[in-house]
């Protein structure tokens, strides 16, 4: 698959090559100029060196980085020096792999690597792990490729490195395709394209359409293959990368040769073997010999079969590389049984087996495992450190405050004694009687003041956990979220958070209590929500509400008197797509307004919290139409108490009301429903906090 390889030079350097984009020739002029110093020297030829390789000219590229080696290793030594030598060896380990001459382009990386722990460049060294795992990838050496992708990604997530992030994920999903992990595979690439989208990375975005393509291929589904690979195909042409158009040729070739369609293969796979020559690209010559060697057995083509397989096989062994090494006997054996040739086909295939068995074996399968499963142990010890840290300094904080207030209120208690003692002795001045009423009564109007600012400094932080209304209309366009809390703060919240580029969780949800105590338990909730999304990677809402209702439980269980808080819950899984819905709630139920009609699905009678007899989350899946509208709620609404008599709300009236304003657009919606509960509940106290969503898909 489509492999990324970042260039690494200093910041400085990628900005006078991306905003100017000079020609070779014109940074030649600036070699010749004279007096011109050692550093701007280094710098020119880095650019020239990595323009060749741009143009695929190799050889012109390896001339300038050595060239560039050379007034490296004899200027004396600074940071911006060994930055530049660091730089060269890459330009020089990028072009080797580009070559597929693996062995050489690790041994340029290595050197690369100590340079740049010298001068403490992490940017660099993320982007040299991630080379030097692209490598062993290509060498069919999965664990030690994983090993050095996951130390790249670990960097770039640190420096919140987005295209280093998204690339790593793209790598990371290759390694998965490569082991037939075919579902993870697909998660890493989508969580690649949704960032390469964000930044605008066309060549990066092109690569992740072709690798996607590659697996639907994989799955059977043709059609949905072959959408990717034009839409790859087309960025690449459009930015001039013959590398990649001629990776989507083949893919593209593999596709009408699953597809059945012979000639329209073997038209693509010579194109791209056409350009493979023409760029001197060693390992993807490997590869279009060897699927064109089995689109001729295909095609009962059998001499024509086993040249081209012997074609490949001989530039695979040249390389180094095990994977197409492997596929080069596999496909031998199966031209020479297709031959009659059985002796040579057993001999072909008993390679083949020796070098699968080498790459896909048992233990390798494990380390790529504990690869990962180290990489996660280390990001959450990483989190729970940080988090440790946090409530150090919270507590610390609190411990101050709580010298204050008792400084304050020793100091208050003083002055107390010290107005009694004057009260005592000139109780018949009034005067100076009113000034201490004065006092006393600035005294609690400030103390009011504290805790209107402390409720104040609450409310802000639970917004910080609500999506933003941006973030909601840009996932859900016709929506709408009516929220109301009874006091500044609130038990009920909405949530959301996007899995996919088509996949959206959001849900109303009601805490117990409101005000500061439900507030408290809503932070908790939220907490356990996006736990369950985003570390245990759960979309199903049955499952979700499950794991939600463990970690609620165990978060409370940690305070020696017993807790039984939790929530009741409406949550909603949406395919933007297809308009698949899945749905579970706890208490709390899902209407969806179709034809003219609110349909009703009921809620599992439990809360998330602790119950007496729990039991599973039952998921309920749903396709509507286009049009259809969903409703997810909390009960605030149907029970306020108001009109005439004083009475409650209700769900009939509720859902009469929704029935009457079906026709109009969601924000209009949203404001009938606000007037509506306002009128109804007049001069009367709001009985709970409200939450309504309303979706239109």
């Not at 909405?494 to 117990?512: G, K």
């Not at 807790?563 to 899984?573: E, F, H, N, R, T």
Request: glycine fraction near 6%.
């Amino acid at each position: 698959m489509k492999k990324i390889i970042l260039l690494l030079v200093i910041l400085c350097l990628k900005q006078s090559a991306i905003a100017q984009n000079p020609k070779i020739d014109s940074l030649r002029i600036i070699l010749k100029t004279r007096g011109v110093p050692d550093t701007t020297k280094l710098k020119t030829l880095n650019i020239i060196s990595w323009e060749y390789a741009l143009i695929d000219d190799y050889k012109a590229g390896i001339q300038s980085a050595n060239e560039a080696l050379a007034i490296a290793n004899t200027a004396p030594a600074s940071r911006l020096i060994l930055d530049q030598r660091a730089a060269a060896y890459v330009n020089l380990g990028v072009i080797n792999y580009y070559k597929s001459d693996y062995n050489r382009a690790l041994e340029f990386y290595l050197r690369a690597l100590p340079i740049m722990e010298e001068i403490n460049d992490r940017r660099g060294m993320g982007a040299t792990y991630n080379n030097i795992g692209m490598v062993y990838d290509d060498k069919g050496e999965y664990t030690k490729a994983l090993e050095f992708l996951l130390k790249a990604l670990k960097i770039r997530e640190e420096l919140n490195d987005k295209q280093g992030i998204s690339n790593s994920y793209g790598n990371i999903g290759g390694i998965h395709y490569s082991k037939g992990d075919y579902a993870k595979a697909l998660d890493f690439h989508l969580k690649a394209v949704k960032i390469k989208k964000e930044i605008g990375n066309k060549k990066g975005l092109a690569s992740s359409y072709s690798n996607i393509g590659i697996i639907y291929d994989d799955k059977g589904d043709y059609p949905k293959a072959l959408e990717y690979q034009k839409k790859s195909l087309e960025i690449k042409e459009e930015i001039g990368d013959k590398k990649g158009m001629a990776l989507s040729y083949g893919n593209m070739g593999n596709t009408y040769k699953h597809m059945g369609d012979y000639s329209k293969a073997l038209e693509f796979f010579k194109k791209s073997l056409a350009l493979k020559e023409e760029i001197e690209d060693k390992k993807g010559m490997a590869s279009s010999y060897h699927n064109m060697g089995l689109l001729y057995l295909s095609m009962n083509r059998f001499p024509e079969a086993k040249l081209y397989q012997q074609k490949g096989l001989y530039i695979a062994k040249e390389i180094d590389a095990r994977p197409d090494i492997m596929k080069g006997y596999e496909g031998l054996s199966q031209a020479d049984s297709a031959i009659g040739n059985f002796k040579d086909a057993y001999f072909h295939h008993r390679y083949y087996t020796m070098i699968k068995d080498s790459i896909f074996s048992e233990e390798a399968d494990k380390k790529v495992v504990q690869s990962e499963m180290n990489f996660e142990f280390e990001k959450k010890e990483q989190a729970v450190k940080l988090e440790q840290e946090k409530k150090d300094a919270l507590a610390n904080e609190a411990l101050e405050k709580q010298k204050m207030q008792r400084n304050g209120f020793i100091a208050g208690f003083l002055l107390m004694l010290t107005l009694v003692g004057v009260t005592y002795r000139s109780y018949r001045n009034k005067r100076k009687s009113h000034e201490i009423i004065a006092l006393q009564k600035e005294l609690v109007e400030e103390k009011n003041r504290d805790i209107s600012d402390s409720i104040n400094y609450a409310k802000r932080l639970q917004q910080a956990i609500l999506p933003s209304e941006k973030s909601i209309k840009e996932n859900l366009n016709e929506s709408f979220i009516l929220y109301n809390p009874k006091a500044i703060v609130a038990g009920d919240f909405y949530w959301m958070e996007v899995v996919s580029n088509n996949f959206v969780c959001i849900a109303a949800a009601d805490c117990t209590g409101h005000g500061v105590p439900g507030a408290m338990i809503s932070v908790v909730c939220s907490n356990a929500l996006n736990r369950c999304v985003k570390e245990f990677g759960l979309t199903e809402p049955g499952k979700i509400l499950d794991k939600a209702r463990e970690l609620v439980i165990e978060t409370f269980e940690k305070s020696e008197s017993e807790v039984k808080d939790g929530m009741d819950i409406s949550l909603c899984v949406i395919n933007t797509d297809t308009n698949e819905v899945s749905w579970e709630g706890a208490n709390n139920p899902l209407w969806y307004l179709k034809d003219d009609v609110i349909n009703e699905i009921k809620s599992d009678k439990q809360p998330i919290g602790k119950y007496g007899q729990i039991k599973p989350f039952t998921t309920h899946h749903l396709q509507l139409h286009k049009g259809a509208i969903l409703y997810l709620f909390t009960d605030g609404y149907a029970d306020q108490f108001g009109g005439e008599k004083g009475k409650k709300f209700k769900y009939a009236k509720f859902k009469e009301l929704l029935l009457s304003i079906q026709n109009k657009n969601m924000s209009e919606q949203k404001e009938i429903l606000n007037q509506t509960f306002d009128s109804w509940r007049g001069s009367l106290e709001q009985v709970d906090d409200v939450c309504i969503i309303g979706i239109k898909l």
